[in-house]
Antibody
């Protein structure tokens, strides 16, 4: 069965870095783009970044561009989100999701990993 | 990129129909037929209901339907059921080659 499992969340001080991972199983990983979406506590969904199936195309939300880097390793069925210069506004539950095609049909989601930014 | 505009809350009685609007601009909702809708129950990951404005993934009830007119997309839920009580989010592609969500709508089934 299709599974996406996020990890790497935790408590980090403002200005520091954190690396999130999304481990996929149960499908042909190299055939799908992977999206990251975050949700601050009690708030709505916010799109973060996407990486294409082969890792060559990457797009970022304005709020994270220049600070976050998305990458993937198709040999290990994983996607990573390197987050630098974190601020309180980055505190959220981070979800990874599988995208069918390129039309934001996100058919499978992980359960999320929580990032807390606090001094 | 500003969030798409959704009503903060809507409500309806079992069996009724409700519609949730999602208003954007000519650079997002109005420019592309790439509007999707997601349902999120408390403590759960979102679930896709509609993609490309009016397409339902397999397994999604036909009580959920989507449409678009100009810069506004809509999600209609017919035959409301208690389990439909959840938060609903629209999402659109943008001319900046990014994606933007609406602020979310809390549906209460009375």
């Amino acid at each position: 069965q299709v599974q996406l499992v996020e990890s790497g969340g935790g408590v980090v001080q403002p200005g520091r870095s954190l690396r999130l991972s999304c481990a996929a199983s149960g499908f042909t990983f190299s055939g799908y783009s992977i999206q990251w979406v975050r949700q601050a506590p009690g708030r709505g969904l916010e799109w973060v970044a996407v990486v294409s199936n082969d890792g060559t195309i990457k797009y970022y939300a304005d709020a994270v561009r220049g600070r976050f880097t998305i990458s993937r390793d198709n040999s290990k069925n994983t996607v990573s989100l390197q987050m630098n210069s974190l601020t309180a506004e980055d505190a959220a539950l981070y979800y990874c999701a599988r995208e069918v095609g390129t039309t934001f049909l996100l058919d499978y989601w992980g359960q999320g990993t929580l990032v807390t930014v606090s001094s | 990129q500003s969030a798409l505009t959704q009503p903060a809350s809507v409500s309806g009685s079992p069996g009724q129909s409700i519609t949730i609007s999602c208003t954007g601009t000519s650079s997002d909702v109005g420019a592309y037929n790439y509007v999707s809708w997601y349902q999120q129950h408390p403590g759960k990951a979102p679930k896709v209901l509609i993609y490309e404005v009016n397409n339902r993934p397999s397994g999604v009830s036909n009580r959920f339907s989507g449409s678009k007119s100009g810069n506004t997309a809509s999600l209609t839920i017919s035959g409301l059921q208690a389990e439909d009580e959840a938060d609903y989010y629209c999402c659109s592609h943008t001319s900046s080659i990014t994606w933007v969500f609406g602020g979310g709508t809390k549906l209460t089934v009375l």
